[in-house]
């Protein structure tokens, strides 16, 4: 069965579109774990020695064990 050349014309386009597709999941899961890994900070409480974090950055947190406040252990 021969094909015809006009079926074979948006196929540049298609192969063109699903690499720009494939670029732009690559760039959204990269951007999205590096932004998820800026948001944590780790402290840890004076008192009662828990490591715990926050999903934002704050210079100071509750320790959710105790309630004495903390500064960041690791601040990002
Ligand atoms: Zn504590």
Do not use: W
């Amino acid at each position: 069965m021969p094909v015809d050349v006009i079926h074979l014309l948006p196929l540049p386009l298609i192969l063109t579109l699903a690499a720009l597709l494939g670029l732009a999941v690559l760039y959204d899961l990269r951007t999205f774990k590096h932004h998820k890994k800026k948001e944590d900070a780790i402290y840890r409480c004076a008192s009662c020695r828990r490591v715990y974090t926050t999903p934002r950055q704050t210079p100071l947190a509750r320790c959710p064990a105790c309630g004495k406040q903390n500064p960041a252990a690791r601040p990002r």
